[in-house]
């Protein structure tokens, strides 16, 4: 991404926590989900997730990807499989049957609980952590791998009450967990990516900056988009208040007197883009992105 740096130094307690019980029970853990927005596959990805998932085999589920621009988010897919990732792309929207990532699932453990087997321990289910950025899906994704036969299982043995067990079929239970971040977002084009996908709250970043952010984005990499949904064709920062009236006047946000509502047009573009009135974007490009 770019040089730009931000010092956004902001971290609820409940995420610190869940990671701290996340390590603490790691010992219960067998493979872990790790979810990411196919719209920001660099962005979305929590930075520190190695530091308390350790070296459990996972796999990444790349979700919404229905909503993605599929040739900018395969570069992405390629490089996490280069990097020994396995990498599941999913539009949960649309895909009930989650049979193939159980499968794999179950492939991937076949080698060590035929170790355990050998060393007379009992039969058990895969235990799966669920974990992601906020908003990128998990909830979706675990309503889709529960169906209607899912029974809570309570709390294992060590386990507190913010970690609860889900049991998935006759082989599996999940581990749902609050989505998280890291503690400092030092790159200003991630968490403007963030913000812009709602995986951070609306008031960490300016929402004008936000939906600066959306309207230069669109207009870089996808200006046929910018101009069909919103009605314009550039954006920069001497015309981004005649974009967004503009944008209002297209869209009704008019309050009395006739002036542009500039409120509204905030909601009206972010809406847009986080509910995928705006689709087959990604945020992340490939070429540009710091690692």
């Known amino acids: 991404m770019n040089e730009n740096k931000t010092n956004i130094n902001w971290y609820p307690g409940h995420m610190a926590k869940t990671k701290r019980l996340i390590a603490e029970n790691s010992n219960l853990i067998d493979f872990v989900y ?19 998932i350790k070296n459990k085999p996972r796999i990444m589920i790349m979700t919404k990807i229905d909503l993605c621009d599929r040739k900018v988010t395969n570069e992405w897919i390629s490089y996490y499989e280069e990097n020994g990732y396995q990498v599941y792309p999913v539009d949960l929207e ?3 049957n989650l049979q193939e990532l159980i499968r794999m699932t179950e492939q991937r453990m076949q080698e060590e609980f035929q170790k355990r087997e050998s060393k007379g321990m009992k039969a058990r289910k895969i235990r799966v952590l ?7 899906g998990k909830s979706t994704l675990i309503n889709r791998l529960v169906g209607k036969k899912a029974v809570s299982v309570g709390n294992r043995p060590g386990v507190t009450k913010q970690l609860s067990w889900i049991r998935i079929s006759d082989t599996l ?13 030092e ?10 996908l709602t995986s951070i709250k609306e008031e960490i970043l300016p929402i004008e900056d936000v939906v600066y952010h959306i309207l230069s984005t669109l207009e870089k990499y996808y200006p046929e988009k910018l ?6 064709e550039t954006v920069d920062e001497d015309t981004f208040e005649d974009a967004l009236i503009t944008i209002g006047q297209k869209r009704g946000c008019i309050v009395k007197g006739g002036s542009v509502d500039y409120d509204k047009v905030y909601a009206v573009v972010m809406n847009d883009v986080k ?3 705006v689709p087959k974007i990604t945020f992340d490009h490939f070429h540009s992105a710091k690692f």
């Not at 669920?130 to 990128?136: D, E, F, S, W, Y």
């Not at 581990?175 to 977002?185: E, F, H, M, S, V």
């Open 34 to 52: 790790e979810v990411v927005d196919a719209r920001m596959p660099y962005s979305s990805k929590v930075r520190d997730i190695d530091a308390y």
């Open 94 to 96: 649309n895909t009930t």
């Open 130 to 136: 669920v974990v992601g950025a906020p908003n990128v």
């Open 173 to 185: 239970e999940l581990l749902d967990t609050p989505g998280i971040l890291w503690p400092k977002l």
């Open 187 to 196: 790159e200003a084009e991630v968490a403007l990516n963030l913000a812009s």
């Open 227 to 232: 101009k069909d949904r919103f009605g314009i």
């Open 275 to 277: 509910s995928g009135l």
